[in-house]
């Protein structure tokens, strides 16, 4: 169980801790969900819901989400950029929230010494294996107002044995040290805070340069292994694409050049999934 009483994050509005729950994503719709506006005001602009015993966690696509209990940091994100009358991020901007979250992951892993990179279009990984994976989802309160959930599992303390797949790893895993649930959701709150802040200060450009000169997209294209691997992307209905990333486009899309010169962008809504060729 994270100990709430070791977790302080000034800049979010809001930190909860569930004990279990069935998804923190499910959890956080169903808060924005609530017909009594005073239940959704309470998460503010930017609010962290998470635990470490998430029973019927989610990807994409339904796709299955698992850990042990005690093992996985399990997080999700609510952000309502309406709640702040000064914010002007228009909602095309919120399918950039996706690479935002994933980036301040890679930072946090960064920070401990591990080499994460993001992994187009929703995952963060290490030595070629997958340690987070993220499921923004957008949410249509009561009142019309459009916010966003984003979703983060983060493998920390998973033994070799608890892995749910061979695609997958930890931080125990690659380290041989355990580590700090708190610490580690007040690193990712203050991260994604930041983060966010930076973004909605440039009103969602993600070509605008923000934090140390940087545009998100510059940030994101530096620390993205796709960029330069030849890949397959797998289309709904058996259908693929090979080519060679070559870019991230202002849309968070991802450019693949086929064999005859042919560029053409991937929106992540269009694709089931997207591997590297080995
Ligand atoms: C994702 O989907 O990777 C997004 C996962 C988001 C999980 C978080 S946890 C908090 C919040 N609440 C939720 O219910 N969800 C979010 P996708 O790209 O579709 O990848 C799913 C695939 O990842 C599965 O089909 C497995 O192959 C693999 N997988 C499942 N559990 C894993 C784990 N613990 N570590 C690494 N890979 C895993």
């Known amino acids: 169980m994270i100990d709430e009483s070791k977790v302080q994050i000034e800049s979010l509005d809001e930190v ?3 004990e279990s729950v069935d998804s923190t994503n499910s959890y956080a719709r169903q808060q924005l969900g609530d017909l009594f506006p ?3 005001k309470r998460w503010g602009e930017l609010s962290l819901i998470s635990t470490d015993d998430q029973r019927s966690g989610r990807g994409r696509l339904d796709r299955v989400w698992s850990a042990p209990a005690g093992t996985c940091l399990c997080s999700s994100f609510i952000i309502r950029p309406h709640a702040n009358p000064k914010n002007q991020l228009p909602q095309e901007s ?6 935002l979250v994933s980036l301040a992951a890679v930072q946090v892993w960064k920070s401990w010494g591990i080499d994460a990179v993001i992994k187009w279009p929703n995952d963060v990984m290490v030595g070629g294996k997958k340690v987070c994976g993220v499921l923004a989802q957008l949410v249509v309160e009561p009142n019309g107002r459009f916010s966003a959930v984003v979703g983060i599992g983060m493998n920390l303390n ?3 044995s608890d892995l749910p797949v061979d695609t997958a790893t930890s931080a125990l895993v690659e380290t041989g040290r355990e580590f700090d649930m708190e610490q580690a959701l007040t690193e990712l709150g203050d991260t994604v805070a930041r983060y966010y802040r ?3 200060a440039v009103g969602g450009d993600a070509s605008a340069p923000m934090l140390g000169g940087l545009s998100l997209l510059d940030m994101v294209r530096n620390n993205m292994a796709t960029l330069g691997q030849q890949v397959t992307v797998h289309l709904p209905g058996d259908d693929k694409v090979v080519g060679l990333a070559v870019d991230i486009d202002d849309d968070g899309a991802v450019v693949v050049r086929e064999s005859d010169g042919t560029e053409r962008a991937w ?3 269009d694709v ?3 591997r590297p060729i080995v």
């Open 272 to 274: 089931v999934h997207m």
């Open 267 to 269: 929106a992540v809504g």
């Open 38 to 40: 005073p239940n959704r």
């Open 94 to 99: 919120f399918h950039w929230f996706t690479l």
């Open 16 to 18: 909860v801790i569930l």
């Open 198 to 200: 930076a973004f909605s």
């Open 158 to 160: 998973l033994t070799a």
